[in-house]
């Protein structure tokens, strides 16, 4: 019902910063809360940022806080994920990820909707 295509992704040198968009498609995502994600080769796919329908809802894990910001654009049905003095240990694939409840969420499991994932890698 809701396609997620993400943009932004590439290689960067360490220092640097990236901002990565999910931009829905097939309905309105206004409603939705919103999520990041990440998967590190060798590692399992873990909570990243997590955003209300409202954006008044805001959370992080310690792991990111400070170098990560979640913001969204419900007019454009996009959502974003800023990132800032990108360091190694951020290389990963990344997904966004949407659910049909305004709330946000920390674990997959409470996701209805992925996107295919965009790779980021930070050169050392």
């Known amino acids: 019902q809701v396609h997620l295509a993400e943009s932004g992704g590439g290689l960067v040198q360490a220092g640097g910063s990236l901002r990565l968009s999910c931009a829905a498609s097939?309905?309105?995502?206004?409603?939705?809360?919103m999520g990041w994600f990440r998967q590190a080769p060798g590692k399992e796919r873990g909570f990243v940022a997590g955003i209300s329908w409202s954006g008044t809802n805001i959370y992080y894990p310690d792991s990111v806080k400070g170098r990560f910001t979640i913001s969204r654009d419900n007019a454009k049905n996009t959502v974003y994920l800023a990132m800032n003095s990108l360091k190694p240990d951020v290389t990963a694939v990344y997904y966004c990820a949407a659910r049909s409840d305004p709330s946000l969420a920390t674990v997959e499991r409470y996701y209805d909707y992925w996107s295919r994932g965009t790779q980021v890698t930070v050169s050392s």
């Open positions: 097939g309905r309105t995502i206004s409603s939705y809360g």
